[in-house]
């Protein structure tokens, strides 16, 4: 079997915004992609053409379909958490959730945000942080979850970070990184999975200048392993990876 790779994101953008870069060259290279999404964005300050938050919601799952094709993904699925609620959901039926797509899709590699919430410090991001991260441990626990398939472990879980600021922005606290990822090659796909959503098009003038004065790379740091080692810099997400 190939390389696997999943992606779990709070919001409809989040994939492209922040892992377009990862996901992007991961497809390039003939990687299968798995991208989660937990809720559908119904909260968003830009509503683009919308009359209600449902349509909204329904607007911003097509969208985030169309961006998923741009970047090339496998397979992409949007839950059906409440936007800007997930501090308020359960962390032990999302990690539920998402162990049982891990155990499904098997991925070698899952990326995530970390605690911080991102560039914009959102409470969204840093729930799906913790709720990844257990179900990243869980997923491999015969002792969690035994009705939802098969025990599968993965072998690196990864943070997204910064290397910069948002301006004006409550500045997070991002962990330092261990591997950079050079997206130059891919960076045109990435605003074109952004254009995508239309809805949102009032942020891209403050997100392509960010993107091209600090972000033709994407900044990761290595969470989880499952065997001890020393923490060392990395270009390669699958550096060490086997094929199982």
Not at 52 to 68: K, M, N, P, Q, V
Not at 116 to 127: C, E, I, L
């Amino acid at each position: 079997m190939g390389l696997r790779l999943m992606c779990v994101v709070a919001h409809p953008d989040d994939e492209c915004v922040a892992f377009g870069g990862a996901l992007a060259l991961a497809a390039e290279r003939g990687v299968e992609t798995s991208v989660i999404c937990l809720t559908d964005g119904q909260a968003a300050t830009n509503r683009g053409s919308s009359g209600s938050a449902a349509e909204l919601g329904a607007i911003r799952r097509a969208e985030f379909a169309a961006s998923c094709k741009v970047l090339g993904v496998t397979q992409h699925e949007l839950l059906d958490y409440q936007d800007a609620q997930l501090e308020h959901a359960s962390i032990s039926e999302m990690g539920a959730r998402l162990v049982e797509r891990m155990r499904s899709f098997r991925p070698q590699v899952v990326i995530t945000f970390s605690g911080d919430g991102g560039a914009n410090t959102h409470a969204d991001h840093s729930m799906v942080s913790f709720a990844t991260t257990a179900a990243f441990h869980w997923a491999g626990s015969p002792k969690r979850y035994a009705g939802l398939g098969d025990v599968y472990r993965p072998q690196r879980l990864f943070y997204l970070t910064l290397g910069f600021f948002l301006p004006e922005r409550l500045a997070p606290l991002p962990p330092p990184w261990t591997l950079t990822l050079d997206i130059s090659g891919v960076f045109e796909r990435k605003l074109e999975a952004f254009r995508a959503h239309t809805s949102q098009a009032p942020l891209m003038h403050i997100v392509e200048p960010l993107w091209r004065q600090h972000a033709l790379t994407e900044l990761y740091t290595l969470a989880a392993t499952p065997t001890p080692e020393a923490a060392r810099q990395s270009t390669d997400l699958f550096e060490g990876i086997v094929a199982d």
